[in-house]
């Protein structure tokens, strides 16, 4: 709520420094007869917006807002209110939109470059989230209910230096237990990423300090971990985790990939089941058991997984490609292999740009389509051009074709692409930590 009231206080500066022959104390009933016999006075409607702003009824503010930019599109404040209530308002798409048309008007303005900048962050597109912070200035650098956007949009693109002051500026200012802990996993991340391992820990053990029964503390302590290469204690940070938290599905399936990560199986296995009873309606535990199935060599339970994480997240690629593996581990007919050729065209359908799943789908259509499989296995190199197993077919196809120039070239390729890549169960298991793997 306090995010919300700096906001609103936003809101009304904004509205405020609008130039008008309208005392600012005029009264609402007032403004509201008066536009009776003055209907076309685009000035009176932005007034009476920033008066149905200052009692946060967003959406009537919105509408004088509106009316008053379009009865005089000159009037670049009241499209700057317009879309600061909108933002405020929940109509954050409607927001952008009225910031991007103001932006090309008023290009070094920093309102519309903060809320631009804003929106890129909620999309996740930090490059476009950095440029609009930088261009908005101390208004985003130096607002506190903005920090949180700034510093992930910082750590995201590697600007560690300017997280870490950032976070360290906001640390003595954070007094909810929660919002500390994660300014504090922000300021380890900067650390992290500055090469000071040491003091990312103590961060990190801080973030535990301010809010000990937080799922996220444990669970960033271990990325850390095994970031570095310690496994045992990335174990260690989810067992106390657990010891505090025994009913959390989300570092139970953390504890499962870690033991996943080191090849044990049958110990991911038991984290993982119990994930999937923590949260039923949670799909990546049975997607992980379905690939512990699969390295057992049990491909007809891994694949029952897979259906039943496809029943509880249909949009998710990662059931339909899974399913297709395992579909092919168990030595398909005709009609299972055609089966396994709809699930993988569903799972490019989904997301276009795994690059594993047109190799897949082109493997699956070798034998009977080869022209469409070659096409699957250069959209993979297009969009992995270290991707091996297409390196591999499409060196085959070219061989057959006469092609050995070619041929070679792309063998070449591959070799060099297999001493690179991982191992199988690695890939498995590094599937299931994209994208986000929290319910």
């Not at 309208?22 to 016999?37: E, N, V």
């Not at 997280?163 to 900067?190: C, F, G, I, T």
């Not at 799909?283 to 029943?311: K, M, V, Y």
């Not at 276009?352 to 022209?371: C, D, E, F, I, Y």
Request: charged letters at 25%.
């Amino acid at each position: 709520m306090a995010a919300l009231r700096s906001a609103i206080q936003l809101a009304v500066i904004l509205a405020l420094l609008c130039p008008a022959n309208i005392a600012a104390d005029t009264g609402l009933d007032a403004l509201l007869a008066r536009l009776k016999s003055e209907p076309e006075n685009a000035q009176l409607c932005e007034q009476i917006g920033v008066a149905y702003t200052r009692m946060e009824q967003f959406d009537q503010a919105a509408g004088f807002f509106q009316r008053a930019f379009r009865m005089d599109p000159r009037r670049v404040s009241a499209g700057k209110n317009l879309g600061t209530v909108l933002w405020f308002g929940g109509h954050k798409k409607e927001s952008a939109a009225i910031f991007r048309s103001i932006e090309k008007r008023i290009p070094n303005d920093p309102v519309p470059a903060l809320y631009l900048g804003l929106d890129a962050c909620e999309r996740k597109d930090f490059v476009a989230a950095a440029a609009f912070f930088e261009k908005a200035g101390p208004l985003a650098s130096e607002n506190p209910e903005v920090a949180p956007a700034v510093i992930e949009t910082d750590l995201a693109v590697g600007r560690f230096e300017q997280a870490k002051r950032l976070a360290e500026q906001r640390a003595p200012l954070v007094s909810d237990p929660e919002a500390a802990a994660e300014n504090y996993r922000w300021l380890a991340k900067a650390y992290d990423g500055l090469k000071r391992p040491e003091q990312a820990y103590r961060a990190f053990e801080q973030a535990v300090e301010r809010a000990p029964a937080a799922e996220e503390n444990y669970l960033a302590l271990s990325v850390f971990a095994m970031d570095h290469a310690n496994p045992a204690f990335a174990r260690e940070a989810l067992g106390r985790g657990l010891g505090l938290l025994p009913n959390s599905a989300k570092l139970a399936m953390q504890m499962g990939l870690c033991w996943a990560m080191e090849g044990d199986f049958g110990n991911a296995r038991a984290y993982f089941d119990r994930a999937a009873k923590a949260d039923p309606r949670w799909s990546l535990p049975l997607l992980a058991l379905g690939i512990a199935d699969l390295q057992a060599g049990e491909a007809q339970s891994a694949g029952e997984a897979f259906r039943n994480a496809r029943a509880l997240d249909p949009g998710d690629y990662r059931c339909y490609y899974l399913h297709a593996t395992a579909i092919g581990r168990s030595n398909p007919d005709p009609a299972h292999r055609e089966e396994m050729i709809q699930e993988l065209k569903r799972a490019v359908e989904l997301d276009p740009k795994q690059a594993r799943v047109h190799t897949a789908l082109g493997q699956a259509q070798l034998p009977s389509n080869p022209r469409a499989a070659e096409a699957q296995f250069r959209e993979a190199l297009r969009l992995d051009p270290f991707e091996p197993t297409a390196l591999y077919q499409l060196s085959l196809l070219a061989k057959r074709a006469g092609n050995t120039a070619e041929a070679k070239r792309l063998s070449q390729a591959f070799e060099r692409a297999r001493r690179k890549s991982k191992e199988e169960e690695n890939e498995l298991v590094l599937i299931l930590r994209t994208p986000n793997q929290t319910p």
